[in-house]
């Protein structure tokens, strides 16, 4: 996740940058203008798939690209179909919104809208992981992990949503400075602690 937002920086992407015609309305839209930190969360979301894939657990080598592979892709469709946003930021604007609409205060309008906007996020991760390389019976243990976690991306859902509200500037308009990298960077790592953290306990529990 850091990693593409120092990549991003050094190049200078942006949406004046060439890319091909297929994917144009992966990088422009509304969305992207308001939470633009959401394609980082997007990486993120990959590189953990990726890792739970590659992990100890009781899936066999075929189940765990097949499935890693799919929740790739799955991921990539609810975050960026049709353009930029997909099912996840449409869905957590549509709630927030309409929450905000029926007279709720702003707070919990943006609260219900990230917390509808990582339930989408999480269950296709979530799931995509169980399938990858995870035991498939229920437990509740496993219920209550999977309930931690999806507190953790709500949580990570409203920091990465204040970006624009905290002055973090026109990427992708133009390229990313300096000091938005900076501010980007810092708001990435927040919101990514709580979630991480829940990961690499679960992780050193299992491999112990």
Request: proline share 6%.
């Amino acid at each position: 996740m850091l990693a593409a937002l120092a990549l991003v920086t050094i190049t200078g992407f942006s949406q004046r940058s060439a890319v091909p015609e297929a994917f144009e309305p992966w990088i422009y839209g509304y969305f992207i203008a308001r939470y633009p930190l959401f394609a980082f969360a997007l990486v993120y979301g990959i590189a953990h798939l990726a890792t739970v894939a590659a992990g100890p657990g009781p899936a066999s080598t075929f189940r765990r690209i097949l499935f890693a592979s799919l929740g790739t892709a799955a991921l990539i469709v609810v975050g960026l179909y049709p353009t930029f946003g997909g099912l996840v930021l449409r869905g957590g604007y549509a709630t927030g919104g309409m929450a905000f609409l029926t007279h709720q205060p702003l707070w919990l309008a943006y609260g219900l809208g990230a917390g509808v906007a990582a339930a989408i996020f999480g269950g296709t991760l979530g799931l995509s992981a169980l399938a990858a390389n995870r035991p498939l019976r229920p437990r509740l243990r496993r219920i209550g992990a999977g309930l931690l976690a999806y507190l953790a991306l709500w949580f990570g859902a409203c920091v990465i949503g204040l970006a624009v509200p905290l002055g973090f500037g026109s990427w992708p308009l133009r390229g990313m400075r300096l000091p938005e990298a900076g501010l980007a960077a810092l708001l990435l790592v927040v919101a990514a602690l709580p979630h991480v953290a829940l990961t690499t306990l679960s992780r050193l529990r299992r491999a112990a």
